[in-house]
């Protein structure tokens, strides 16, 4: 249902992106981001639920400046190649792309960033950071505890796995301590990548818990 597209970041960067538009008239925007795998089958799913919820929903291809179309599935192989992205990742660069997000669909009305892994730690650093955005979620954000002592300029929400083995409760402890003003949910039998039903990870209940809390969320901060 979504169209791919060309956007340009405000250092002239072209990068892609792939944009679903509702039915009718919108609610708003959102901006989803990805995880590390690309703006793959599963973003693109995720995008075109948030426009069947009634967004118009954009999501940039932020590894375009490193290797442009990239996208993979979820084997181990696949995976590790997709892991050489964020070695040593150019956050600023990869903002810069939301920013570009961000003001493509931002006529539309109120715009919210929603992001996944590394996603969504960019979720928060837009929310942080960034100009046009009315709301924020980040799904498993890693870099999150490294960058809580920054204050959201939005509302913002996050949803952890009690059982991620890449973000130990300790972190999401510390986030929770220092962002007291963020919604935070922890899912109790969730890994990583819960919310990808295309993951091995994948966890049903915590998921459809966690997009309705979501959309809940969107409906209430993006209001005309």
Known sequence: MGQ???LTASDGQKLGAYRADPAGAPKGAIVVIQEIFGVNHHIRAVTDNFAKAGYVAIAPAIFDRTKPDFECGYSPEEIAEARK???SPDVPAMLRDVQAAIDAVKSVGPVGVVGFCLGGSLAFLSATQLNGVNAAVAYYGG????TADQKPKVPTMMHFGE???GIPMTDVDAIKAKR???EIYVYK???HGFHCDERASYHKESAEVA??????FFAKHLRR
């Open 85 to 87: 992205f964020v070695a």
């Open 189 to 191: 039998d969730a890994q």
């Open 180 to 182: 007291s003003d963020c």
């Open 4 to 6: 791919n597209l060309k």
């Open 143 to 146: 870099m999150v505890a490294r």
């Open 163 to 165: 059982k991620d083995a």
């Open 211 to 216: 997009w309705r809390r979501t959309l809940d």
